[in-house]
């Protein structure tokens, strides 16, 4: 199985101020297409998952801008140029490479200060 | 709007069974790969399953590979898992998520399975 290790796991950041969190991967996500089926999701305190990024950079419909995704083969990076009271949540990372299975990284939990 | 309703989730004895269902509406569901996503509360995710649009394509983790069957019927916007021989650790909060561009673009609300005697 491919295993995404994220860091932090905890991540305490005052509003205003930058935020990011890695993802690496145990084996290239990179396929021959050029795309990374690496994704990023968002889970807000009792809510569900949401998408945030798609295939490594691209951002979901109705992402706000502050969220941008960089990386590429095993090496990922998810970036919030200026953290809101509303990013508050455990954010994942997920590969889709392999079907079999897909996987999520452990999680990164944000706080704010 | 894209919409997924679970539903189902009870409270069952180890060694019981029970099938999950997912309606899906706002969206052209029979071209789209449909995931069941697990959580036991306060912990991470889990991928459960998927199937592709036709249904000929099909996967499990290995945890529930054996005992859990994935279905759709796709003239009713539906998703299924049936869940057999059930054991404390299939304890969780369970999602339908709709892949797109490769991703679960879309996640229901989650309905929530308790397995215990």
């Known amino acids: 199985d491919i295993v995404l290790t994220q860091s932090p796991l905890s991540l305490p950041v005052t509003p205003g101020e930058p935020a990011s969190i890695s993802c690496r991967s145990t084996q290239s996500l990179l396929r021959s297409n050029g795309y990374n089926y690496l994704h990023w999701y968002l889970q807000k305190p009792g809510q569900s998952p949401q998408l945030l990024i798609y295939?490594?950079?691209n951002r979901a419909s109705g992402v706000p801008d502050r969220f941008s995704g960089s990386g590429s083969g095993t090496d990922f990076t998810l970036k919030i140029s200026r953290v809101e009271a509303e990013d508050v949540g455990v954010y994942y990372c997920m590969q889709s490479l392999l079907t079999h299975p897909h996987t999520f990284g452990q999680g990164t939990k944000l706080e704010i200060k | 709007e894209v919409q997924l309703v679970e539903s189902g989730g009870v409270v069952v004895r180890p060694g019981g069974s029970l099938r999950l269902s997912c309606a899906a509406s706002?969206?052209?569901?029979?071209?789209?790969?449909m995931h069941w996503v697990r959580q036991v509360p306060g912990e991470g995710l889990e991928w459960v399953s998927l199937?592709?649009?036709?249904?000929?394509?099909?996967d499990y983790a290995d945890s529930v590979k054996g005992r859990f069957t994935v279905s759709r019927d796709n003239s009713k916007n539906s998703l299924y898992l049936q869940m057999n021989s059930l054991r404390t650790e299939d304890t969780a909060l369970y999602y339908c998520a709709l892949e797109e561009n490769g991703a679960l673009a879309y996640w229901g609300q989650g309905t929530l399975v308790t397995v215990s005697s």
């Open positions: 706002g969206v052209s569901f029979d071209v789209h790969t």
């Open positions: 199937i592709d649009w036709s249904g000929t394509y099909i």
């Open positions: 295939m490594g950079s």
